[in-house]
């Protein structure tokens, strides 16, 4: 397979710049697993997303340098963008590992603009040896945490532990052990960590390390946006229906990813962005 059919796109670009960068392969069929994988390990992004037409939409696998994930945001993104590109603007169903999802792609001028409705979420409390062990991970104390918004593992698509801390520059100067990370994420299930400092309401900043895929930080996760949305719905955030989240800054790729979150328990939710090809 001629690797020049891969579009390489940045997803949540903070205009023409930033943005997380993901492969997007669209193929009559799908390659194997081990191809899959072995592709995304040479493209060597966060994601790389491989699509085929299936029934009415399309069948959509997404591979980490070293592990399959069942979902990713960025990647859907890119994917709608890809999607709009080649096909023209409008609806695209999305049949995941488990279950199906739509994204909408738009071409804007330079940019594209895509949203996407999440797999449904949920939350539920941290067990407290899990919460010690994330602690001691980033060389965090319970008083770095901010005690409106305890720790969750939240459901959007993939499991995503989150820990919002009471300062910007907590945040900041996060750092961490990326074997210790990993084998921490493989023992529980966690596919990021989700670290969110909230400036207002509605108003986040993001940092999402990523080290179960051999990626020591992601600048910008559509994922974890989606459960952090379905986390502050169920703790009945005054969210005000939508979100703003900035990540990526703190790395030098400042993303912009906006979240719209209904009140339905359990409910998808919308995540929105702008996405430019890499060239």
Known sequence: MEHQTIKRIAA???????????????????????????????????????????????RVRYFAPEIEVPFCGHA???????????FGGGRYRLYLNNGDISVEGEIQQSLAAASLQSPPTRSEPVPEALLAEALALFGWHESDLD??????MAYGGASHLILPVRHRATLKAMQYDQAQGKALMEAHGITTFCLVHAESPTRFHAR????IGGVYEDPATGAAAAALGGYLRDRQWPHHGEVE???????GARSLLRIQISDQPGGSIRVSGTARTIS
């Open 245 to 251: 989240i900035i990540q990526g800054e703190d790395m």
């Open 208 to 211: 999402n390390p990523f080290a």
């Open 147 to 152: 005690t409106r918004l305890p720790p969750a």
């Open 76 to 86: 859907t993104i890119a994917a709608g963008a890809a999607l709009a590109e080649q």
């Open 12 to 58: 949540f670009s903070d205009g023409g710049q930033g943005g997380n960068p993901a492969g997007v392969l669209i193929a009559e069929t799908l390659p194997g697993e081990a191809e899959m994988q072995r592709i995304a390990a040479e493209v060597g992004y966060s994601e790389t997303a491989f699509l085929a037409p299936h029934e009415d939409g399309w």
